[in-house]
């Protein structure tokens, strides 16, 4: 190899991430960072019933912050998202610490994992309305209690309301919580475990000081899933509850569907402002790019 | 309805329009597309393609299929429910050719000018249009109600080149009138057991937990004021335009009766309002007449209700979009006239819906179906609609009677308020009550 | 004694993954008689033969069109999933902050991003459209996941292979294409099936900025809205043997490569 090679080669070292990642950094700009921006920008224009008018009012935030309603949404959405999370985090902890403890074999873990995961792969809209037919006063679920005598009226706090919005969540998103935790669980080498239990560790000692801190970045990672698309959802809350339930995107749906931009644009800024600080505030707690690369 | 005795023969065939149109453009050179040559006119109109969109309920595809076969050239549906038309017109309007829209979506949208007015002489039968359109008078010359949109106020247009609605006639249509029809309560009668008469029972306590209504805000807070008022909460000076202290009272009392349960859901869609009701999970609601006859050919027993206090009224017109000229624009008006005709007219009144002129659309019905759907008499034979399924069977009645029975009762209009951005917002609030 | 409380628990959550669902595979068979409810009217794939031959939806149409959608969205993603997933393992300024963006563009509500693409095509004057707004608006989706697998693929990665090839000589490109491809190529398989599927099904991301013509998620969310017949439960049965499909052939190619790559070095 000749040095002027040698210094090529070096330099094109330097520059070639630059030219690997502009592709994905160009998307992102693109359709990420510039309408996002003018998500801003729209907040400040003024509107009425038939269009919006650039400008500069702060009457969108101010209208906004004023708002009892606005504070209810986000309490709304935040209790949606924490009794879902947990759910969904103890589900997924219990199916995955199953699959990877108690299944012997490569093969039946892999098959069951793919029981897990099958259901993704179908349209959600058509899993949520799946639920409709099974919870109603006349549905499989009622009907079955009737039929074996638990109950002799139909139960209706399952339908339209906020236990099928929460129902349906879970059975939408847990898989996002198991296949991460299954991943980092799968990687915690056993050889620790029996040095703990030799070493006198029950069960409880070997969940709570091994297995739980050797999977947060899988619970990590699950929770940023589950959290987005809680948070991010406006048709199971509204479908579910028989619109009796709202959460700020669902809102916000609303006043698109009635061409209200600027105020909807005004509290997609606050959501993004919320949406920013939890991930950073995550990123700070855990280094999810050195957990998912060991 | 005697004067519908006299019988208009209108054929629409495509010679006929041909020869009509070739006559027309004769006399409108100024469209440098038709030359005037009928053979290279109908040549060139065979390419034409319209893009009808509107909700499901009023842009059909069989009706679509017929009048390109009648008029020569190619028309394609789309869906669309109004809120996504309103946004589709609005931000995207070229992606339209006719627009289906409600009354009080085209007040909420003209302003914006993405439609054009038709020149009223452009429509052949418009003499013929029902007259709470035409003139918001019944024929009869009795008064049409105003509360909310009466679609006569939002019928005519300043002209062409103005985004203005103008308040009585001009020689400029907005929209043209093609279906309406008086909505109600649906009720299932077999698990109530006692005649149902006024709105108010939508508020009885008897029905807690086995109520719905509609959760499309701008029609949800009318279906409420209706029972609101006839319960006597609240008189209001216009259900269809509530002041901001209306608005407030009505809310909070919907927002009491929520929070104890009275509400099994708020529908947002056609089949979840059918589901229900035929599952038993409510027995009175606020719905729309498809729905009711979806629960019906289940077998199941479900009666769109005539209440004292009256109907809430709706109407639908087709619009020309704003982008429209030449070939492409006679073809639409040409269309708009063939709508207006009697074969679509027959076609929806079999679903229950009324046509903007109904006279031509009783040549395209029997004279069981006209008697059943527009008289209100008892049927002689079973009553099939246009997908041959049973709607009634021989002997029964129409629910709420006669056309003009029924037409005629109407209380108030689909509408949007002035105070609408103030009302969205409370019923959000409602919402997430 | 735990094995069986804990399989019994997985078994009821398996029970409560399918229970509903199946009940709408089993309906998509019902008569042409039958509804959308139990019981079953007699057996038929009448609904099948509405769904795709009725004139009255687009059922068919938006299936091609989430097709192309999500084939277009699959390559581009791991195209450039790939390329960065190369570029993240080396130290580069300003690799925090795109590895931030992606994770925001991961969490950032989808509702928000159709809202900013669709009214800035708007006011920028070009049309919104599936392949040019609805594209970049499924992008934001897809490449976050594409990234993450790739860090998670290269993590385990081990170096020393590409090292050996170096030193017998091999051009960078060689070694791309022969030693690191070969290696990594069942993560690329994965970030292809995630970027399909996570494109044919998504709706947030689509509801504002796929233009006039809908995605088949859309297509099914206004059918949920007018159609009272089994034929809505017919498109719910279509779409996931569709998927199945997709998983079966991806998982089949996988074992394929593996089988055929077993004895060389490289395998994982």
């Keep these: ?294 | 309805m005697k004067e519908s005795e006299s019988t208009v023969k209108i054929d629409y065939s495509r010679r006929s329009f041909l020869k009509k149109a070739s006559a027309a453009s004769a006399g409108i050179a100024a469209t440098g597309a038709v030359s005037g040559f009928p053979m290279v006119w109908a040549n060139k109109l065979k390419d034409v393609e319209l893009l009808h969109v509107g909700p499901s309920y009023s842009v059909i595809q069989e009706i679509a299929d017929q009048a390109s076969k009648d008029l020569g050239f190619k028309i394609q549906v789309q869906t669309a429910w109004t809120d996504a038309l309103l946004t589709r017109i609005a931000n995207q309007p070229d992606t339209v050719d006719v627009a289906d829209l409600e009354f009080w979506a085209t007040k909420r949208i003209w302003q914006r000018g993405n439609l054009q007015p038709v020149a009223i002489r452009e429509i052949d039968l418009w003499d013929k249009i029902y007259p709470i359109f035409s003139k918001g008078e019944y024929p009869n010359g009795a008064k049409v109600s105003t509360q909310g949109a009466l679609p006569y106020e939002v019928q005519y247009a300043s002209g062409p080149g103005s985004k203005e609605i103008h308040s009585g006639p001009t020689d400029y249509a907005t929209i043209i009138p093609t279906v309406y029809n008086a909505d109600t309560l649906g009720i299932r009668p077999d698990l109530i057991g006692r005649p149902i008469e006024s709105w108010a029972e939508l508020l009885n306590p008897e029905f807690s937990g086995k109520t719905a209504i509609l959760g499309i805000p701008a029609i949800g807070i009318m279906d409420a004021a209706m029972a609101v008022e006839a319960r006597g909460d609240i008189q209001y000076g216009d259900k269809g335009n509530m002041t901001r202290a209306e608005i407030d009272q009505t809310i909070e009392i919907m927002k009491d009766l929520k929070s104890r349960g009275h509400f099994r859901a708020f529908w947002s869609s056609f089949d979840e309002s059918v589901n229900l009701m035929a599952s038993g999970e409510v027995v009175i609601q606020s719905m729309w007449s498809p729905a009711v006859t979806a629960v019906k050919t289940r077998g199941i027993p479900c009666v769109y209700q005539e209440m004292k206090e009256g109907y809430r009224g709706w109407g639908n017109g087709m619009g020309l979009m704003a982008h429209l000229d030449g070939l492409k624009r006679d073809a639409a008006v040409a269309y708009l006239n063939w709508y207006l005709s009697g074969w679509q007219g027959g076609f929806i009144a079999r679903q229950g819906y009324y046509s903007a002129v109904p006279e031509t659309a009783r040549d395209h019905m029997s004279e069981d179906e006209w008697g059943y759907w527009y008289e209100g008499r008892p049927a002689n034979d079973n009553i099939v609609d246009p997908y041959g399924n049973l709607m009634g069977k021989a002997g029964e009645k129409r629910d709420g009677g006669a056309f003009a029975k029924r037409m005629g009762n109407i209380e108030c209009w689909n509408t949007v308020m002035d105070e609408n951005r103030y009302m969205v917002k409370k019923w959000n609030e409602f919402t997430a009550s | 004694m735990s094995f069986y409380l804990l399989a019994g628990f997985f078994a009821l959550f398996v029970l409560f993954l399918y229970g509903p669902m199946s009940s709408i595979f089993v309906l998509s068979f019902q008569g042409p008689e039958g509804g959308l409810t139990f019981p079953m009217r007699g057996v038929s794939v009448h609904w099948f033969d509405v769904l795709f031959n009725s004139q009255r939806g687009d059922a068919g149409a938006a299936f091609r069109r989430s097709a192309g959608l999500g084939l277009l969205v699959m390559g581009i993603t791991t195209l450039l999933s790939f390329a960065a997933g190369l570029a993240f393992r080396r130290k580069f300024v300003g690799s925090g902050f795109i590895f931030y963006l992606t994770v925001i563009s991961l969490v950032m509500p989808g509702l928000l991003i159709s809202l900013g693409i669709g009214q800035l095509f708007q006011i920028v004057g070009v049309g919104t459209n599936w392949y040019t707004s609805g594209l970049g608006a499924h992008l934001t989706w897809t490449l976050p996941f594409g990234l993450l697998i790739m860090f998670a693929v290269f993590g385990r990665f081990s170096r020393s292979l590409e090292e050996a090839a170096r030193d017998l000589g091999a051009s960078r490109w060689k070694i791309l294409v022969h030693v690191t491809t070969p290696i990594i190529f069942p993560g690329i398989i994965a970030v292809a099936l995630f970027g399909f599927t996570l494109s044919y099904d998504e709706i947030a991301r689509s509801v504002l900025a796929i233009g006039t013509k809908n995605t088949l998620p859309l297509e099914i969310f206004n059918m949920t809205q007018n159609v009272t017949t089994p034929d809505l439960y017919a498109i719910g049965t279509f779409t996931t043997v569709v998927s199945l499909l997709v998983i079966l052939i991806s998982l089949w190619s996988i074992a394929f490569i593996q089988r055929n790559r077993a004895g060389t070095p490289g395998k994982q």
């Design chain 1, 1 to 294: 190899m000749s040095g002027a090679r040698r210094i090529s080669g070096m330099r094109l070292e330097r520059v070639l991430p630059y030219v690997q990642v502009m592709p994905l950094a160009a998307v992102l700009l693109l359709f990420l960072v510039v309408p996002l921006v003018f998500v801003g920008l729209l907040s400040f224009w003024e509107f009425d019933d038939i269009q919006y008018y650039p400008s500069f009012t702060l009457a969108n935030y101010q209208e906004l912050f004023a708002s009892p309603l606005t504070w209810k949404l986000m309490a709304d959405t935040i209790t949606f998202t924490a009794v879902v999370w947990l759910l969904t985090v103890l589900i997924g902890f219990t199916c995955s610490y199953f699959l990877t403890f108690h299944i012997r074999t490569l093969r039946v873990q892999i098959l069951l994992l793919l029981i897990c995961t099958i259901p993704f792969w179908t349209s959600n809209v058509i899993r949520m309305i799946s639920w409709i037919p099974f919870l109603g006063k006349q549905g499989v679920f009622n009907q079955g209690l009737i039929a074996v005598g638990v109950i002799d009226q139909p139960l209706e706090f399952l339908l339209y309301s906020d236990f099928a919005v929460i129902v349906c969540y879970v059975n939408l998103f847990t898989l996002f919580m198991i296949v991460p935790i299954f991943n980092s669980m799968v990687k915690i080498d056993l050889s620790i475990i029996e040095a703990a239990r030799d070493a006198g560790a029950n069960s409880w000692n070997i969940l709570t000081n091994i297995i739980i801190p050797l999977s947060r970045s899988g619970i990590v990672l699950g929770t940023i899933f589950v959290v987005t698309l809680v948070m991010g959802d406006f048709f199971v809350v509204k479908i579910m509850s028989g619109s009796q339930s709202a959460n700020v995107v669902s809102a916000m749906k609303n006043e698109i569907d009635q061409l209200y931009y600027p105020p909807a644009a005004a509290s997609a800024m606050l959501l993004i402002l919320i949406v920013v600080l939890m991930i950073t505030l995550v990123l700070r707690i855990v280094d999810v790019r050195r957990e998912l690369v060991q």
